[in-house]
């Protein structure tokens, strides 16, 4: 049995979510061949699929379940079933006896607080259920009612219920406006949530322009993963790639949230010369390959982009550092520490 066969049997609604690299929705079919062996996981994360399973009955509203899952994957990317298998087991005894303690599902995982509050607030919204008071005080400090350094109240919740209801109530503009003004917190969590998300052409044009303010007044590492993220959807490809090279043209890409941000939520751009670029920062990032081990393998994970990254390796306009890189790396993998 399958979880998609066990949630068949229940006549549930069910709405199944990719958590890794961003949070998007997956086809109950791609999720049902994944579970069948008979497709890879289309964006592994870490050697891993972190899902969001919400289910509820119609019938009975204000009642749903959520499980937040953590399937291990192949060298193929593949589903490994046996772990996928103890958790069927654990939900079964826990539908069997739901009043007896069953301790932690095998593979249950719990996301982080922005992305658990972007998850709630798309459930919410799927439920038909109106948006929380917190959604109240966000849209009243995005439009500069309460003042802009009075963020402090706010809640992720709120922001997040903003985000995820952009095309409704005019928030798209709302965000697009405020964007100038926030200071850089309220807008870095904005700019978190926003990378699930496609921003219109009018509110990428807002973002981009409070990406130029920020990078001529010294800008952090923090800010620049947070405009990294916020940008990785946007419907110009060429202006999206532009920003994110001057993102990595930047003293502070070399951190290591800057790094890991772009690895995990620009993936689609990481190629030729951008990818190149990407590269040297990272090999600038430490001295011990600590990051550049990691973040490198992940990456050659990802449907297409192996081949992009050995590309890389070989171009002869490579520095004497990134050089040096590769070949750490190219160690660890014949001493079968990284695949």
Known sequence: MTISQLLAQTAA???IFDMG???SQLSQQDFAEFEQLARPHPTPYLRHAWLGILSWQPEQPG???IWFLKLPL???NLLQPGPRDAFLQHWLRVVEAPDKEHGEAPCAYKPDANRMAY???LAAKLLQQPGSQYYTTARAYLSGDTGWDNWQGVGLQGLAEVVARMEEEGNQALLRDAMAHMPAVPRNVVLGF???TIPSHELTLAINDRLAEVVKNNASAADL???ARGLSQSINLDQRRALLQAILAHPAATDIEVMASVASRCWHDLEGDTLLQYLECLAQTDEQGQAFMPLVSDLMTL???REHVLTAFRSPQRSARLSEAIGQLMAQVRQGDVQ
Do not use: C, M, W, Y
């Open 13 to 15: 609604q069910v709405r």
């Open 21 to 23: 690299r961003r949070i």
């Open 63 to 65: 009642k749903h379940n």
């Open 74 to 76: 192949d060298e193929q």
């Open 119 to 121: 998850f709630h607030a």
């Open 194 to 196: 926003l990378e699930n």
């Open 225 to 227: 993963a947070a405009f």
């Open 303 to 305: 449907p297409g982009k």
